[in-house]
């Protein structure tokens, strides 16, 4: 999500194209924290869920510190990411270059296009963008 997130922000923000190989830089950058941080984080939080204690209310205290650092350490894979140089490529539209982003990290990801496979990119598209889907599926398909 924060890798998507990342190419939406390189791309409505800055108009910068980050292409295949940016969005593989950009999971290379994060990969160590996400497995030694915030995967064990999420994985004691939801060990912890509907838990059998003789004390309830510590276990539900207890999760929800561990849900709070396990949102500070997604916001610390957010500020890894924030923190990578961008390419030199723009785009003139910002819309434009945050659809190629999203086709690029579809494609990084070995994700094939097809029917309906588009759908939650072309949500998460027209949301960061202020646009309708139907905006979002155009150009998400490459189309003006």
Known sequence: VNVLL?????????RALLGEDGVRAAV??????????????????????????PEPDRVAALRSRVADAELDAEQGEQALL????????????????????????ARAAGLAPGPGADGPLVRALALAAGCNEGEASRRLAGER
């Open 28 to 53: 290379a950058a994060t990969q160590a924290w996400q497995a030694e941080v915030v995967l064990p984080l999420r994985a004691v939080r939801r060990r912890l869920k509907g838990r059998t204690h």
């Open 6 to 14: 990342y190419c939406l922000w390189a791309g409505l923000v800055h």
């Open 82 to 105: 924030a923190a990578l140089p961008l390419p030199a490529s723009r785009a003139a539209d910002p819309l434009a270059a945050a659809a190629g982003n999203l086709r690029a990290c």
